[in-house]
């Protein structure tokens, strides 16, 4: 089936009601037909529904229709972004291990790999997604997961993929892409062969900036770089929290199952399934919606580039972007909704932010309504003068996230403010 079609209908085969739209399962608990049925459920000689911190059926089709797009084996979804990017981490390390991360993610990302899981004794180590041969340097026994962006928050650089997988395959270490950015649409990271993706499915996957979630896809046939390798020794032995089961022995995508089994049943970041059927709204659009977006952000970038006032334009869809070829490599149909810009200093770029009419001045990305983000003001308002040119977020630089409205309103609105 085309992309289309699965959007609209991937994960959801009518329930006994025969409704057309997914119902939303807002229940906490399902009762077991006896305790035969329930023994077997816990025990996975049969798979159904328990507790909604584990599973529910509104957020079952999210998860399927998600990984149909994603053209994985299976999802899980999460509360957050932020939540999904943990789990697949903890999924794999454990204190004295470590994990490598692409210099250039969200902010989130960095507190979360270099300060938090710090104190729980896992160490981050940072590889600049241009230059990939750095992991070489970087990996060692003790190495469990590779992780990145496809499309980088907010440096906006595109990573690649056949590059980055070569490392890690040669050392058989997970891979695990964050594709919020690029979302399903424009970018299928899975099929270059990376292990997992993960998502804030708060962005563009509801497209209107209506709740926050996450989910973690894995891709086919991972269970074949997990079984018997010695950097995941806690999948191919028996699990003590769970009577003995073997992950690495089950006929299922194991990855995402554990994160369910164990990390959703013990630390319980699970979606309500109300933002499940939120997301499964936003899905049914967003491939007419990805190609809008960057079709809009294509033509602001080209009047942002031509303006005199303008030093400098992030766009992988512009010819003149040093990411414009590897985008054209790994990217259909277009390259998202995000730029930025630079302009001469801090006071001209303030004071753009401030006279925007249709963009708003906030701190998200991927709604439908257009966003402006002065990052030195506020994500990045800690860092020093050097230190924010150091992360590519100089003082003058502005991002947008190019919403749906018309496109000429738009350059109307950043013509105006440029002055
Ligand atoms: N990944 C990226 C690329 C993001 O931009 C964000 C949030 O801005 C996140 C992850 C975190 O997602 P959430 O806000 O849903 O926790």
Same mark, same amino acid.
């Given at each position: 089936?085309?992309?289309?079609?699965?959007?609209?209908?991937?994960?959801?085969?009518?329930?006994?009601?025969?409704?057309?739209?997914?119902?939303?399962?807002?229940?906490?608990?399902?009762? =077991?037909?006896?305790?035969? !049925?329930?023994?077997?459920? /816990?025990?996975?000689?049969?798979?159904?529904?328990?507790?909604?911190?584990?599973?529910?059926?509104?957020?079952? #089709?999210?998860?399927?229709?998600? @990984?149909?797009?994603?053209?994985?084996?299976?999802?899980?979804?999460?509360?957050?972004?932020?939540?999904?990017?943990?789990?697949?981490?903890?999924?794999?390390?454990?204190?004295?291990?470590?994990?490598?991360? +692409?210099?250039?993610?969200?902010?989130?990302?960095?507190?979360?790999?270099?300060?938090?899981?710090?104190? /729980?004794?896992?160490?981050?180590?940072?590889?600049?997604?241009?230059? &990939?041969?750095?992991?070489?340097?970087?990996?060692?026994?003790?190495?469990?997961?590779?992780? /990145?962006?496809?499309?980088?928050?907010?440096?906006?650089?595109?990573?690649?993929?056949?590059?980055?997988?070569?490392?890690?395959?040669?050392?058989?270490?997970?891979?695990?892409?964050?594709?919020? #950015?690029?979302?399903?649409? %424009?970018?299928?990271?899975?099929?270059?062969?990376?292990?997992?993706?993960? !998502?804030?499915?708060?962005?563009?996957?509801?497209?209107?900036?209506?709740?926050?979630?996450?989910?973690?896809?894995?891709?086919?046939?991972?269970?074949?770089?997990?079984?018997?390798?010695?950097?995941?020794?806690?999948?191919?032995? *028996?699990?003590?929290?769970?009577?003995?089961?073997?992950?690495?022995?089950? &006929?299922?995508?194991?990855?995402?199952?554990?994160?369910?089994?164990?990390?959703?049943?013990?630390?319980? @970041?699970?979606?309500?399934?109300?933002?499940?059927?939120?997301?499964?709204?936003?899905?049914?659009?967003?491939?007419?919606?990805?190609?809008?977006?960057?079709?809009?952000?294509? @033509?602001? @970038?080209?009047?942002?580039?031509?303006? &005199?006032? #303008?030093?400098?334009?992030?766009? *992988?869809? %512009?010819?003149?972007?040093?990411?414009?070829?590897?985008?054209?490599?790994? /990217?259909?149909?277009? !390259?998202?909704?995000?730029?930025?810009?630079?302009?001469?200093?801090?006071?001209?770029?303030?004071?753009? +932010?401030?006279?925007?009419?249709? =963009?708003?001045?906030?701190?998200?990305?991927?709604?439908?309504?257009?966003?402006?983000? !002065? &990052?030195?003001?506020?994500?990045?308002?800690?860092?020093?003068?050097?230190?924010?040119?150091?992360?590519?977020?100089?003082?003058?630089?502005?991002?947008?996230?190019?919403?749906?409205?018309?496109?000429?309103?738009?350059?109307?609105?950043?013509?105006?403010?440029?002055?």
């Amino acid at each position: 089936m085309h992309e289309q079609t699965l959007a609209i209908h991937a994960g959801y085969d009518k329930d006994t009601q025969r409704t057309m739209a997914v119902p939303i399962y807002q229940t906490t608990a399902y009762e =077991f037909r006896n305790t035969d !049925h329930a023994a077997n459920l /816990f025990a996975l000689k049969e798979l159904g529904n328990i507790y909604t911190r584990l599973m529910n059926p509104t957020t079952d #089709v999210f998860e399927k229709r998600f @990984a149909a797009l994603e053209g994985g084996a299976a999802a899980v979804g999460t509360a957050s972004g932020m939540a999904a990017i943990f789990y697949a981490i903890a999924n794999v390390a454990e204190a004295g291990d470590n994990i490598i991360v +692409a210099k250039q993610v969200y902010g989130g990302t960095t507190t979360l790999t270099g300060h938090t899981l710090k104190r /729980f004794g896992i160490e981050a180590r940072y590889f600049d997604v241009k230059n &990939p041969a750095q992991l070489e340097d970087l990996i060692d026994e003790k190495t469990k997961i590779i992780l /990145f962006e496809s499309i980088t928050n907010p440096s906006i650089d595109v990573a690649d993929l056949d590059a980055i997988v070569v490392i890690a395959n040669k050392y058989n270490i997970l891979t695990c892409v964050d594709n919020t #950015v690029a979302t399903p649409i %424009l970018c299928k990271p899975l099929e270059y062969g990376c292990d997992l993706t993960v !998502h804030s499915a708060s962005k563009y996957t509801t497209g209107q900036g209506l709740a926050i979630g996450g989910i973690i896809v894995e891709r086919e046939n991972l269970a074949e770089k997990i079984k018997g390798n010695a950097r995941y020794a806690h999948f191919n032995e *028996p699990d003590e929290s769970y009577h003995g089961l073997v992950y690495s022995d089950l &006929p299922l995508p194991l990855f995402t199952l554990r994160v369910r089994l164990a990390l959703l049943r013990d630390l319980g @970041a699970a979606p309500s399934p109300f933002n499940s059927w939120l997301y499964i709204q936003g899905i049914e659009t967003l491939p007419l919606r990805m190609r809008q977006h960057s079709s809009s952000a294509l @033509a602001v @970038a080209k009047f942002l580039e031509k303006h &005199p006032k #303008v030093k400098k334009v992030n766009y *992988p869809g %512009l010819q003149s972007d040093p990411n414009y070829e590897v985008g054209q490599k790994y /990217f259909k149909g277009g !390259h998202s909704g995000l730029l930025s810009f630079e302009v001469e200093d801090l006071a001209t770029a303030k004071r753009i +932010a401030d006279s925007m009419e249709i =963009f708003s001045l906030v701190v998200n990305i991927g709604d439908s309504k257009s966003i402006i983000t !002065h &990052p030195a003001s506020t994500t990045h308002q800690q860092l020093s003068k050097q230190e924010l040119v150091d992360a590519g977020v100089p003082e003058g630089l502005i991002r947008l996230s190019i919403g749906l409205e018309d496109t000429q309103d738009l350059i109307d609105d950043l013509t105006k403010a440029l002055g």
